[in-house]
């Protein structure tokens, strides 16, 4: 688990001297050299506890060689060590034997069979019959410890790996050893389920059949599962994973270990969603509506309709009567054909990939940024911004909470109410609805007051534990009844008071990075660039580009509800569930003359559809996927689409045929050249970049200039120079020089750079990373550099006073919800909580409810709808505050919310 150093400790493992680092276990030591010590309890991410003794082996420290657990054992120089004498394979034979002694000999029908660490040591580790004759321990078979997990105790060895991982990687310690001696077993507490967003890694990492996932029990055996390497996109952590399956059937996926990602876990919902893939209700044919009801129909006819309907829109309106929601779901690939269509030959930037529940693109690009690795620096800074990462970002909670714990980061909050960090935080600072921007303005002001709510000697605490160094902060839109400028006014704060900082984005939809790299976003080109700065780079490539910066989400629903908009198309976008105004959500939705809807699954929105276009889906499509941090990696195919259903950038491209216009594109491997060309965030990718042995490839760039104060570090001023030198250049020979002058100097202050990658380290193993640093001038002849033209401003914010009959909405989200590919999963369907109002136990008693009692939430406004809940006290949630969970069953809290107001206020009473 120690990382290289220039120092390293000589031991002989087998009569063969071989270099280990220093601290490093023998195990790990024996095994980067070749040399398989058979283990049970011990993984490598996690720490080792000896439990198994199936590694001991002969170790001499120079007193003499003797048994030793080799999973416990730091090396030390001149040790020896012998895997394979006649007494490590005794002993090792023993340990087997006891293991076997009470194990069932069920592996014919067990899951893991063909997979099992057990029963492949026992043929090459075993003593290849048992002396035992006694009756085996018997136990009820199988037990379910939750939803997705089943639990069978007979063939548990007590290996310590579930119970570990629930306690000391996921926090959740809902599972453990009880009883004693010969009736020792792993099991919940009474009425306490392993209700753990993480319980399918135990699942994973069980070396026995004793953990079984309900959705994959007795659906095939691994030799008949063929897999492929893929990407998680169920959220935009990007987990690495291998998608298996049989029969053209998904059946199975698994985490896989990477470094600067996932580390081999997975949350639940990534882990078992491909059930939405197979979903009996999957679009798998176009769609028209003809009256009330939908007929089949060709795709001929459907995109026909559909282009018809556009130019329709393009000459009543112009392209400003044409919109397009969504792309998140998208492939790179998908998501930057889409863009060229909409931009480039439409003509319209009404485009954007989130759903009012993210944060502008100016905010994502115009902050330095922050990877992974750089957030859970060893001893380093975090400050959590706004969101909930175990809700939103389950894996990323996963190496935050492994920073903090394991490896001594420091971790400051402001949030809307506490996390599921919280308890590890060394401060939270809960601020009220609204008082985001004044809290962050308080912590990095030189002298700390009172601010949203939170006392001033909190927030002087809390801005001594930020100490000088450098601070990552991770920022997403917690609260969704706020509106977007609270938080990018917050971060704004603490970009302008912190000398040394970072930002993370935490958008939470799956290739929401990668779609606002391919320009679907308004006044964004593919880049990272502006329309201004790109339009004459793209025209080259384009047809056309818009003239002016068009309109957001809210924008464009707005102009559809108000009439103005002809034509709105859906890329894989429900704003009925998932824009937090169901109100304006709703009569865009009828205001607008067609709506378009390119899907997976029949949606709320889809259904309200005039056209519905199917699409192929995750594990159906060939392409590449970007994450929070900007790496972008390989997704792959294994099953074929449903149906006639097609990838989103063939989509695109028929449109644009029946519109007149030809994008270019004849395969998904084209769209990726036409992208590494045009796209200064891409340029100089090739797919083996991406795709060398499942390695994923950071596109690492500098952040742009602002008119503000200068945090970025990275650019050293004698490249910067160099690189001016370079631009005045008059002759090419004196351009060649000077570029060359620039790119050493570039290069010297890179390698100072301690997170800085080795861009030719293309043939690396999965968990290196791969830097590729675009350094070039704006008006070089490979186009716009990256971030040209985008500068973030922090908004000013005007958050109202609040009186004290009203309430604030706090509505954020959780992890299992009313989503889409959620509710056709049908392990994962019946796992949404449901929604229950939390109050501070201060509104709790002023409002006179009891804990457990109904009560209507309705806006203080009025003119939006109302929600009948539970209502629960909770400490976590500040005063003033309405704590709701967004999207859940039993409690649409998009229905008070008016997106035109900073904040949302409600009414809280008894229900009649």
């Given at each position: 688990?120690?990382?290289?150093?220039?120092?390293?400790?000589?031991?002989?493992?087998?009569?063969?001297?071989?270099?280990?680092?220093?601290?490093?276990l023998?195990?790990?030591?024996?095994?980067?050299h070749?040399?398989?010590?058979?283990?049970?309890?011990?993984?490598?991410?996690?720490?080792?506890?000896?439990?198994?003794?199936?590694?001991?082996?002969?170790?001499?420290?120079?007193?003499?060689?003797?048994?030793?657990?080799?999973?416990?054992?730091?090396?030390?120089?001149g040790?020896?060590?012998?895997?394979?004498?006649?007494?490590?394979?005794?002993?090792q034979?023993?340990?087997?034997?006891?293991?076997l002694?009470?194990?069932?000999?069920?592996?014919?029908?067990?899951?893991?069979?063909?997979?099992?660490?057990?029963?492949?040591?026992?043929?090459s580790?075993?003593?290849?019959?048992?002396?035992?004759?006694?009756?085996?321990?018997?136990?009820?078979?199988?037990?379910?410890?939750?939803?997705?997990?089943?639990?069978?105790?007979?063939?548990?060895?007590?290996c310590?790996?579930?119970t570990?991982?629930?306690?000391?990687?996921?926090?959740?310690a809902?599972?453990?050893?009880?009883?004693?001696?010969?009736?020792?077993?792993?099991?919940?507490?009474?009425?306490?389920?392993?209700?753990?967003?993480?319980?399918g890694?135990?699942?994973?990492?069980?070396?026995?059949?004793?953990?079984?996932?309900?959705?994959?029990?007795?659906?095939?055996?691994?030799?008949?599962?063929?897999?492929?390497?893929?990407?998680?996109?169920?959220?935009?952590?990007g987990?690495?994973?291998?998608?298996?399956?049989?029969?053209?059937?998904?059946?199975?996926?698994?985490?896989?270990?990477?470094?600067?990602?996932?580390?081999?876990?997975?949350?639940?919902?990534?882990?078992?969603?491909?059930?939405?893939?197979?979903?009996?209700?999957?679009?798998?044919?176009?769609?028209?509506?003809?009256?009330?009801?939908?007929?089949?129909?060709?795709?001929?006819?459907?995109?026909?309709?559909?282009?018809?309907?556009?130019?329709a829109?393009?000459?009543?309106?112009?392209?400003?009567?044409?919109?397009?929601?969504?792309?998140?779901?998208?492939?790179n690939?998908?998501?930057?054909?889409?863009?060229?269509?909409a931009?480039?030959?439409?003509?319209?930037?009404?485009?954007?990939c989130?759903?009012?529940?993210?944060?502008?693109?100016?905010?994502?690009?115009?902050?330095?940024?922050?990877?992974?690795?750089?957030?859970?620096?060893?001893?380093?800074?975090?400050?959590?911004?706004?969101v909930?990462?175990?809700?939103?970002?389950?894996?990323?909670?996963?190496?935050?909470?492994?920073?903090?714990?394991?490896?001594?980061?420091?971790?400051?909050?402001?949030?809307?109410?506490?996390?599921?960090?919280?308890?590890?935080?060394?401060?939270?600072?809960?601020?009220?609805?609204?008082?985001?921007?004044?809290?962050?303005?308080?912590?990095?002001?030189?002298?700390?007051?009172?601010?949203?709510?939170?006392?001033?000697?909190?927030?002087?605490?809390?801005?001594?534990?930020?100490?000088d160094?450098?601070?990552?902060?991770?920022?997403?839109?917690?609260?969704?009844?706020?509106?977007?400028?609270?938080?990018?006014?917050?971060?704004?704060?603490?970009?302008?008071?912190?000398?040394?900082?970072?930002?993370?984005?935490?958008?939470?939809?799956?290739?929401?990075?990668?779609?606002?790299?391919?320009?679907?976003?308004?006044?964004?080109?593919?880049?990272?660039?502006?329309?201004?700065?790109?339009?004459?780079?793209?025209?080259?490539?384009w047809?056309?580009?818009?003239?002016?910066?068009?309109?957001?989400?809210?924008?464009?629903?707005?102009?559809?509800?108000?009439?103005?908009?002809?034509v709105?198309?859906?890329?894989?976008?429900?704003p009925?569930?998932?824009?937090?105004?169901?109100?304006?959500?709703?009569r865009?939705?009828?205001?607008?003359?067609?709506?378009i809807?390119?899907?997976?699954?029949?949606?709320?929105?889809?259904?309200?559809?005039?056209?519905?276009?199917?699409?192929?889906?995750?594990?159906?499509?060939?392409?590449?996927?970007?994450?929070?941090?900007?790496?972008?990696?390989?997704?792959?195919?294994k099953?074929?689409?449903?149906?006639?259903?097609?990838?989103?950038?063939?989509?695109?491209?028929?449109?644009?045929?029946?519109?007149?216009?030809?994008?270019?594109?004849?395969?998904?491997?084209?769209?990726?050249?036409?992208?590494?060309?045009?796209?200064?965030?891409?340029?100089?990718?090739?797919?083996?970049?991406?795709?060398?042995?499942?390695?994923?490839?950071?596109?690492?760039?500098?952040?742009?200039?602002?008119?503000?104060?200068?945090?970025?570090?990275?650019?050293?001023?004698?490249?910067?120079?160099?690189?001016?030198?370079?631009?005045?250049?008059?002759?090419?020979?004196?351009?060649?020089?000077?570029?060359?002058?620039?790119?050493?100097?570039?290069?010297?202050?890179?390698?100072?750079?301690?997170?800085?990658?080795?861009?030719g380290?293309?043939?690396?193993?999965?968990?290196?990373?791969?830097?590729?640093?675009?350094?070039?001038?704006p008006?070089?002849?490979?186009?716009?550099?990256?971030?040209?033209?985008?500068?973030?401003?922090?908004?000013?914010?005007?958050?109202?006073?609040?009186?004290?009959?009203?309430?604030?909405l706090?509505?954020?989200?959780?992890?299992?919800?009313?989503?889409?590919?959620?509710?056709?999963?049908?392990?994962?369907?019946?796992?949404?909580?449901?929604?229950?109002?939390?109050?501070?136990?201060?509104?709790?008693?002023?409002?006179?409810v009891?804990?457990?009692?109904?009560v209507?939430?309705?806006?203080?406004?009025?003119?939006?709808?109302?929600?009948?809940?539970?209502?629960?006290?909770?400490?976590?949630?500040?005063?003033?505050?309405?704590?709701?969970?967004?999207?859940?069953?039993?409690?649409?809290?998009?229905?008070?919310?008016?997106?035109?107001?900073?904040?949302?206020?409600?009414?809280?009473?008894?229900?009649?």
């Amino acid at each position: 688990m120690s990382d290289a150093t220039e120092t390293s400790v000589k031991i002989t493992v087998d009569g063969v001297e071989i270099d280990a680092r220093p601290d490093e276990l023998v195990i790990e030591a024996a095994e980067r050299h070749g040399t398989f010590i058979p283990r049970f309890c011990y993984h490598p991410r996690m720490n080792p506890v000896g439990m198994c003794r199936m590694c001991i082996v002969e170790i001499d420290t120079g007193r003499g060689p003797a048994l030793q657990p080799s999973c416990m054992i730091p090396v030390s120089d001149g040790m020896t060590v012998v895997t394979d004498s006649d007494v490590t394979k005794k002993a090792q034979d023993g340990v087997l034997e006891f293991l076997l002694a009470n194990h069932p000999l069920d592996c014919p029908v067990c899951d893991k069979g063909g997979e099992c660490p057990l029963q492949d040591q026992a043929y090459s580790h075993g003593p290849g019959e048992s002396r035992f004759i006694e009756e085996k321990r018997h136990f009820e078979k199988p037990i379910p410890i939750s939803d997705l997990v089943h639990l069978d105790r007979e063939r548990c060895i007590l290996c310590d790996r579930c119970t570990r991982f629930a306690d000391e990687v996921a926090g959740d310690a809902l599972i453990h050893f009880i009883d004693r001696g010969n009736q020792t077993q792993v099991n919940t507490f009474p009425d306490e389920p392993f209700a753990s967003y993480f319980s399918g890694n135990t699942v994973q990492i069980c070396p026995v059949g004793a953990l079984t996932a309900e959705p994959y029990r007795f659906k095939a055996r691994p030799w008949d599962l063929d897999q492929v390497e893929s990407t998680c996109t169920s959220c935009s952590v990007g987990c690495r994973v291998v998608v298996q399956a049989s029969r053209n059937e998904v059946l199975r996926t698994q985490g896989v270990d990477i470094d600067p990602v996932n580390w081999g876990w997975l949350c639940d919902k990534g882990r078992f969603d491909f059930q939405s893939i197979h979903a009996e209700d999957r679009l798998a044919e176009p769609l028209v509506r003809e009256g009330d009801a939908y007929q089949r129909t060709s795709w001929a006819d459907a995109l026909g309709r559909s282009s018809d309907a556009i130019t329709a829109a393009l000459d009543s309106a112009g392209p400003t009567g044409i919109g397009v929601v969504g792309g998140a779901r998208l492939t790179n690939e998908d998501a930057y054909a889409w863009a060229k269509l909409a931009k480039g030959v439409i003509g319209t930037d009404n485009v954007d990939c989130q759903l009012g529940d993210g944060l502008p693109a100016e905010v994502v690009f115009g902050l330095p940024k922050a990877t992974i690795d750089e957030a859970c620096t060893p001893g380093g800074t975090i400050l959590l911004l706004g969101v909930d990462p175990k809700e939103e970002l389950p894996v990323l909670y996963l190496r935050l909470r492994h920073a903090i714990v394991e490896d001594g980061a420091t971790l400051v909050e402001i949030v809307p109410h506490a996390t599921g960090l919280s308890k590890l935080a060394a401060h939270t600072l809960a601020y009220g609805p609204g008082g985001a921007a004044d809290v962050a303005a308080s912590l990095v002001s030189s002298s700390p007051a009172a601010a949203g709510g939170i006392d001033g000697n909190d927030i002087a605490a809390a801005k001594n534990a930020l100490g000088d160094g450098p601070v990552t902060v991770i920022v997403g839109r917690g609260n969704l009844a706020d509106s977007a400028d609270v938080i990018t006014a917050a971060a704004g704060a603490l970009f302008d008071g912190l000398d040394d900082v970072r930002f993370l984005s935490a958008l939470r939809r799956g290739n929401v990075h990668g779609a606002l790299d391919a320009g679907l976003a308004p006044g964004i080109l593919p880049g990272r660039v502006s329309l201004d700065e790109g339009r004459a780079h793209f025209h080259e490539t384009w047809s056309t580009v818009p003239s002016a910066d068009g309109l957001d989400t809210t924008g464009i629903l707005q102009a559809a509800a108000d009439g103005k908009l002809d034509v709105l198309v859906l890329l894989g976008a429900d704003p009925l569930t998932d824009f937090p105004d169901t109100d304006l959500a709703t009569r865009a939705l009828a205001g607008a003359r067609t709506v378009i809807a390119v899907d997976t699954l029949p949606t709320a929105s889809v259904k309200q559809a005039d056209i519905v276009l199917p699409a192929a889906g995750y594990a159906e499509t060939d392409g590449t996927t970007t994450n929070l941090e900007g790496r972008i990696s390989r997704l792959a195919p294994k099953v074929t689409a449903p149906g006639t259903a097609r990838a989103d950038w063939i989509i695109a491209a028929e449109l644009a045929f029946r519109l007149g216009d030809d994008l270019g594109l004849e395969s998904a491997h084209a769209v990726f050249e036409e992208l590494t060309a045009v796209s200064a965030v891409h340029r100089g990718l090739t797919i083996e970049d991406v795709d060398i042995d499942g390695t994923v490839v950071p596109v690492h760039v500098e952040a742009p200039q602002s008119d503000g104060p200068s945090h970025d570090a990275d650019v050293d001023p004698e490249a910067a120079e160099a690189a001016v030198a370079a631009e005045a250049a008059e002759s090419d020979d004196e351009a060649q020089a000077a570029e060359a002058e620039a790119t050493e100097a570039q290069a010297g202050a890179d390698n100072d750079d301690a997170g800085a990658g080795d861009p030719g380290s293309g043939g690396t193993d999965s968990d290196e990373e791969i830097d590729t640093e675009v350094v070039e001038s704006p008006d070089g002849p490979s186009g716009p550099a990256v971030g040209a033209g985008i500068t973030f401003v922090a908004p000013t914010v005007e958050v109202p006073q609040i009186d004290g009959y009203r309430l604030r909405l706090v509505t954020t989200r959780a992890l299992y919800d009313m989503g889409a590919a959620t509710q056709a999963s049908p392990s994962l369907a019946k796992l949404p909580h449901g929604a229950t109002l939390r109050l501070h136990p201060y509104d709790f008693d002023r409002l006179g409810v009891t804990a457990g009692s109904t009560v209507k939430v309705s806006n203080a406004e009025g003119g939006r709808g109302t929600i009948t809940v539970p209502v629960e006290p909770s400490d976590g949630v500040p005063r003033g505050a309405a704590l709701v969970a967004y999207a859940q069953p039993g409690g649409a809290t998009a229905g008070l919310i008016d997106v035109s107001r900073p904040v949302t206020d409600v009414r809280v009473e008894l229900a009649p």
